[in-house]
């Protein structure tokens, strides 16, 4: 798991195909690595990687076709930054909000507008992934945990402060780019209840158990 809260900018330092999916290594520029094993868990722009060698600047991960198909990772090209984030230990801060860094799909930016100091900031998702985001509620973009302003159909809005731009790839963002969107884990979990019947089935016992049914 993670909190959405950006470590450290890296770089794509090269993509190396590997049978079909690819090998990725990142030059993760000042994030220390003195801590992280072979095995060990790290989100590259919000998409979960397994550490599988450490190298003098960076490590490397594999990517499989899955992560490649639901994310942006396999269409940057060496130099392109990342947004960093080591796994979260049970004694870290949970400054964002649980993050699994399992990517649901890409997003788009579609205008960016100054806010004050801030910056506002639209992006448009498929309608799969559109019913999982609410006003007010959190979403991880690029691997940067968010809180949403408003929702118009596909597309949704959030307030970027000058700090998160200056230490996220959101300084390189430009509209029409491609972004990771990981809706709230909650809201996924809530639909699969509701979807499949669950809920009504879990009050039903509830309401049995203590006598009310």
């Given at each position: ?13 090269r993509?190396e195909p590997?049978g ?6 990142i030059d ?9 094993q072979?095995g ?16 003098s600047?960076?490590f490397a991960?594999d990517?499989s076709n899955?992560t ?18 080591k796994a ?12 699994s ?8 930016v579609?205008?960016?507008?100054p806010?004050?100091?801030?910056q506002r900031w ?14 007010k509620g959190?979403?991880?973009i690029d ?5 949403v302003?408003?929702?118009?159909g596909?597309r949704?809005g959030v307030?970027?402060?000058?700090h ?6 959101f300084h390189?963002?430009?509209a029409?780019d491609?972004?990771?969107i990981?809706?709230d884990?909650v ?7 509701i ?7 879990i ?6 158990q203590?006598?009310f049914?």
């Open positions: 798991m993670f909190t959405g809260i950006i470590q450290s900018v890296g770089r794509v330092a993509l590997r079909g999916d690819v090998r990725l290594h993760t520029a000042d994030l220390d690595l003195s801590d992280v072979l060990d868990s790290i989100a590259v722009s919000g998409a979960c990687l397994t550490v599988v060698t450490l190298e600047r960076g991960a990517v899955e490649l198909s639901l994310t942006t990772l396999g269409k940057h090209k060496p130099g392109d930054p990342v947004n960093l984030e979260l230990r049970l004694a870290d801060r949970l400054g964002g909000h649980l993050v860094g399992h990517v649901d799909g890409v997003g788009k579609v205008s960016i507008a806010d004050g100091r801030s639209t992006f448009e998702v498929s309608a799969q992934l559109s019913r999982y985001i609410a006003s959190s979403i991880c691997g940067t945990s968010l809180t302003n408003e929702v118009n596909q949704f307030n970027l402060i000058p998160t731009v200056e230490h996220t790839v390189a963002r430009r029409g491609a972004v990771n990981e809706v884990v809201a996924r979990y809530v639909e699969r209840l979807g499949g019947g669950e809920a009504s089935r009050d039903e016992a509830f309401l049995k203590h006598g049914a």
